[in-house]
């Protein structure tokens, strides 16, 4: 499933917010906003019932997500990060001043897109990615170690093949030379 929910806000001052599922998540992430402590740069994350909710907060501007507890942590707070960058590249000092629901008309369906790509690409995953891109390399190397262990075989084969026709030739020229010797004497003894 992914992430279902997710908000930014500044304090308790919600500016943006999305919800892809019918939970009661937007009255839990209230709770959550009023008890982080202090304005502190934190990330912390809170479990309830079966689902997890991941906190960012940086520079005073908190991205919370709610997501399912098979998620784990990496890809939500990846989700986080991509979210406040965004929000503060799109917004940067109206943030300060913004009423509540303010961002709310335009960034929802940033929310909305991210929380889609997140849940659902395997690519929003660095650790996942990389570890596909490692994984094609090493196909193309095994694919490249094979044909240089068939083209050393075929090496092999041609050298075997060059020493078996090095014998032949040295055979007949061994027997070349016996039958010219043998010609040459009939030769002399007729004449």
Not at 65 to 84: K, N, V
């Amino acid at each position: 499933m992914g992430i279902l929910f997710a908000l930014v806000a500044r304090g308790t001052v919600v500016l943006a917010e999305f919800t892809g599922t019918t939970t009661n998540a937007t009255a839990i992430a209230r709770q959550i906003l009023e008890k982080i402590p202090g304005n502190n740069d934190t990330h912390v994350s809170y479990s309830q019932d079966r689902y997890i909710f991941h906190v960012k907060r940086t520079d005073g501007l908190t991205v919370l997500c709610m997501a399912d507890d098979t998620a784990g942590r990496r890809i939500p707070f990846a989700f986080l990060e991509e979210i406040h960058q965004r929000f503060v590249r799109t917004y940067g000092r109206a943030v300060l001043n913004a009423q509540a629901y303010g961002m709310n008309d335009e960034f929802s369906r940033v929310l909305s897109q991210q929380m889609e790509y997140f849940s659902s690409d395997p690519n929003a995953d660095r650790i996942n990615r990389l570890k596909g891109e490692m994984s094609q390399v090493r196909n193309v190397m095994i694919e490249n170690i094979d044909k240089v262990l068939d083209r050393g075989d075929r090496l092999e084969l041609l050298v075997d093949k060059t020493a078996n026709m090095q014998g032949n030739t040295f055979r007949f020229r061994k027997q070349t030379r016996r039958f010219r010797s043998a010609v040459w004497w009939r030769n002399v003894k007729l004449t």
